[in-house]
């Protein structure tokens, strides 16, 4: 377990089209002092805002998680890019992008993982500090289900999906995340959607810049796309990317275990939430190493009366 806080050892870019906007996007991942955590900077024509990752900024998370700020929307679809970052340790990053939108590049969090793993991580002197999940926590919507409990041994996403459709109907998956682990077995997952919802979504706003080269299609009993699945479980393992990726939104790296049914980012996001507002919940420890082999942990102190990152306390009543 890392016991101190990383970034990129440099700069990369990635360039591509956002999924439900369709506009044409540049983005920038840079380095970034310890404790600064994730923070998005919009930089276009239009405006130049920022803003940090973190539950209180989401203002949106029907098909994508969007963050903003008293103003309205600054970015959305950012869930693919945070995965990356978190599932392969990158504790702090300055996301830049010229538009309202995360490139989808091919649907999955791959490409930003080569990205990452091309331009390096860095390890800095501050020791990483860790969000320690105390008691289980859940919420429900229908017969949708979402938990963060206790998991000493470090972060666990377990997800289950079901779907009234022969081509993906009931599966599940668990990973624990590493960046090995996350790297080869969930980043490759891409997004997916059924050719049905397709004129709905249009209308609504959404899905503008979808295509086969980025989104798994099913309809008419199969998947459309001509190359088939990357995994023969690939929709719930995209589940998995995504909660990894709205869990980032912590601010700290989880020692915890998160496990959802029926899931999808606004329950990703509500429990992230009722976790933080129970302040029994949760604390934050840091890590020490006491060999260089077996990391040790200490609470943090001076942090029971804000928020993460030094921010202000979790408000319970944000929606």
């Given amino acids: ?78 869930e693919h890019v945070l995965a990356a970052l978190y599932g392969m340790g990158v504790d702090n990053a300055m996301i830049e992008v010229d538009g ?49 409990r206790p998991n000493a041994s470090g972060f666990r996403v377990e997800c289950e999906i079901e779907f009234d459709c022969d081509v993906i109907g009931n599966q599940s998956y668990a990973l624990e995340v590493e960046a090995d682990t996350f790297a080869s077995e969930v980043a490759s997952a891409r997004t997916f959607g059924f050719l049905e919802d397709l004129q709905t979504l249009l209308d609504a706003g959404y899905a503008r810049g979808a295509s086969l080269d980025n989104t798994v299609v099913v309809g008419e009993g199969k ?4 190359e088939g699945l990357r995994y023969a479980d690939e929709f719930v393992r995209h589940k998995a990317l995504d909660a990894v990726g709205d869990l980032a939104l912590a601010g700290l790296p989880i020692l915890g275990a998160y496990h959802s049914v029926r899931g999808g980012h606004r329950l990703n996001y509500a429990v992230l939430s009722a976790l933080l507002a129970d302040r029994s919940a949760w604390t934050i420890v840091e890590a020490t190493e006491r060999s260089a082999r077996r990391p040790i942990f200490r609470p943090s102190l001076g942090l029971s009366e804000v928020g993460l990152r030094g921010q202000p306390a979790f408000s319970a009543d944000r929606t």
């Fill in 1 to 78: 377990m890392q016991v101190n806080q990383t970034t990129l050892r440099k700069s990369l870019a990635l360039s591509g089209a956002g999924v439900h906007s369709g506009r044409p996007v540049q983005l920038s991942i840079h380095p970034a002092p310890a404790n600064s955590g994730y923070l998005f900077l919009r930089k276009d024509g239009e405006q130049t805002r920022q803003v940090r990752a973190e539950p209180a900024a989401v203002v949106a998370a029907e098909y994508a998680t969007v963050l903003g700020d008293a103003s309205g929307p600054v970015v959305a679809t950012i």
């Fill in 100 to 148: 309202p939108e995360m490139p989808i590049m091919d649907g999955s969090a791959a490409p930003f993982v080569d990205a990452i793993e091309a331009a390096g991580i860095k390890t800095l002197s501050a020791k990483r500090r860790y969000l320690k999940v105390l008691k289980p926590v859940g919420v429900m919507s229908g017969k949708a289900y979402a938990e963060l």
């Fill in 223 to 226: 998947v459309v796309n001509q």
